[in-house]
């Protein structure tokens, strides 16, 4: 385990910002006002409360059982569901791990904080403006941890920020299988001295290549009941036993992964966290898996964004338990969380969320944004720029290399039938609404990203292994 210590001291804050407009690194009025280091309540039980955040990458929902799936492979999940607010239609902002994670604790989207593939890395804390969520608890009193799986998420991307401790596979190594990432969150957690506490742990079983660990492989080695979940995606009569092999292995690993969120959720139970606690599982994309022609991830139909999204409020929260139907994003987690469990955090950073508390009015009625993964050097994540404009019934793909569609998710939620030939009023609209969102977005106030595209030593390696670069 790799102990970074804090780097985020809170009484450097107004230093740091004062030295980035110093710089020149920042482009528009900053607040300079920040949150005084505050102790957090003790529960009425005497407990802290913990902010647990689990994303298990590559998960696409409507292969839960909670989200309907035909086979058990997440009963683990389901079970934390029961006592959580279930996010139906959940949608991440991008269909790669950076962006997408960069989005779930900034609460903005890619084009705004510049981070729109696993290659650039967010900067330094004082060469930015925006924050994220770890920081902001750290300057409340919290004790930080950060435990990855993968190479895209690793130190090099910065989300080890304000991280007490960080756990990662060793350099060279891009991915490592959950059982150790929990381990080494478990003994974190048995450290615990009774400080209010914010855990991140990230899973990357679920992404390819798609082998089911040992004891996993043949849980699923088998086409029962999978005729009409892919007949409705589309696939053709014949499926080809490679894809249902692909597809039976995906589910191996999914099994495999709800496993050790089950260890992490009893763990928490025994330290006496869990009623207290709350927790948050989603995941930072989908996956292909043969429909749209593609078997992984970084476009933009609904199997690659919609995303799990459970969050177990503390105690007696009135809605765990309950489903959340209309549309939401991974932005709007942190903006969530700051309302319903009344975080003090920095006005600054309140200012900065582009998503919204779920559970206010503003959340009704939005359109909601996504985006093709691209970098600024195009060739190494393929040609173009392809952007989403949503609802609950309409998503409008806006391309710049090939002809925009147009889906009614209502009656097509597999985005089967591209239907902008007949509703061409409908895709002007989404059209003229995305082009003032794209000249918003590209405003640089906000950006994380170091600026810089230069990828290190070995990274490139790392990223080629895992599939990202051929
Ligand atoms: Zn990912």
């Given at each position: 385990m790799t102990a970074t210590g804090n780097r985020d001291e809170p009484g450097n804050a107004r230093a740091r910002i004062v030295m980035a407009l110093l710089a020149g690194l920042v482009g528009c009025d900053v607040d300079l006002e920040q949150p005084t280091p505050v102790e957090v309540p003790p529960s009425a039980s005497g407990a802290h409360r913990p902010i647990v955040v689990v994303t298990i990458d590559t998960l696409r929902a409507d292969h839960l059982g909670a989200y309907g799936y035909v086979r058990e492979t997440s009963p683990n999940l389901d079970a934390l569901a029961r006592e959580a607010v279930l996010f139906d239609q959940a949608y991440s902002t991008a269909g790669t791990t950076l962006p997408a994670h960069v989005s779930l604790f900034t609460s903005l989207y890619p084009l705004q904080t510049g981070i729109t593939s696993n290659g650039p890395a967010v900067a330094a804390s004082g060469a930015r403006v925006a924050r994220l969520l770890q920081e902001e608890l750290k300057m409340l009193g919290y004790d930080t941890g950060g435990f990855v799986s993968a190479a895209p998420v690793k130190a090099r991307s910065g989300l080890d920020a304000a991280m007490d401790v960080w756990a990662e596979p060793a350099r060279g190594v891009p991915q490592r299988p959950g059982s150790e990432t929990t381990d080494l969150a478990l003994a974190w957690l048995a450290d615990r001295d009774g400080a209010p506490f914010y855990l991140w742990v990230h899973y990357f079983d679920p992404h390819s290549p798609h082998e089911a660990p040992e004891g996993y492989g043949e849980l699923f080695a088998s086409s029962d009941g999978l005729a009409e979940f892919q007949r409705d995606r589309g696939f053709p009569a014949d499926r080809s036993p490679?894809?249902?092999?692909?597809?039976?292995?995906?589910?191996?690993?999914?099994?495999?992964?709800?496993?050790?969120?089950?260890?992490?959720?009893?763990?928490?139970?025994?330290?006496?966290?869990?009623?207290?606690?709350?927790?948050?599982?989603?995941?930072?994309?989908?996956?292909?898996?043969?429909?749209?022609?593609?078997?992984?991830?970084?476009?933009?139909?609904?199997?690659?964004?919609?995303?799990?999204?459970?969050?177990?409020?503390?105690?007696?929260?009135?809605?765990?338990?309950?489903?959340?139907?209309?549309?939401?994003?991974?932005?709007?987690?942190?903006p969530t969380l700051v309302e319903t469990l009344g975080l003090d955090v920095g006005s600054r950073f309140v200012t900065q969320f582009e998503g919204t508390n779920v559970f206010g009015s503003s959340a009704r009625g939005r359109q909601l944004y996504a985006q093709r993964t691209f970098r600024s050097r195009p060739k190494a994540w393929g040609p173009g720029k392809k952007f989403v404009l949503f609802d609950g019934r309409w998503k409008l793909h806006d391309s710049t290399h090939v002809d925009n569609e147009l889906y009614d998710l209502l009656v097509d939620p597999h985005e089967l039938t591209n239907v902008i030939e007949e509703h061409p009023e409908v895709g002007d609209r989404m059209h003229t609404k995305l082009a003032e969102l794209l000249g918003r977005f590209n405003e640089p106030g906000l950006r994380l990203n170091s600026g810089s595209d230069d990828i290190p030593d070995g990274f490139l390696d790392e990223l080629r292994a895992l599939g990202y670069i051929r």
């Open positions: 490679e894809l249902t092999a692909l597809n039976d292995a995906y589910d191996g690993e999914i099994r495999y992964a709800d496993a050790e969120l089950a260890r992490l959720i009893d763990a928490l139970r025994k330290g006496g966290w869990y009623e207290e606690a709350t927790i948050i599982v989603a995941s930072d994309h989908g996956e292909g898996l043969g429909q749209h022609g593609r078997l992984e991830h970084g476009r933009v139909y609904q199997e690659i964004l919609r995303v799990p999204l459970i969050i177990k409020f503390p105690g007696r929260f009135e809605l765990n338990g309950t489903r959340y139907a209309d549309p939401v994003s991974l932005i709007d987690v942190v």
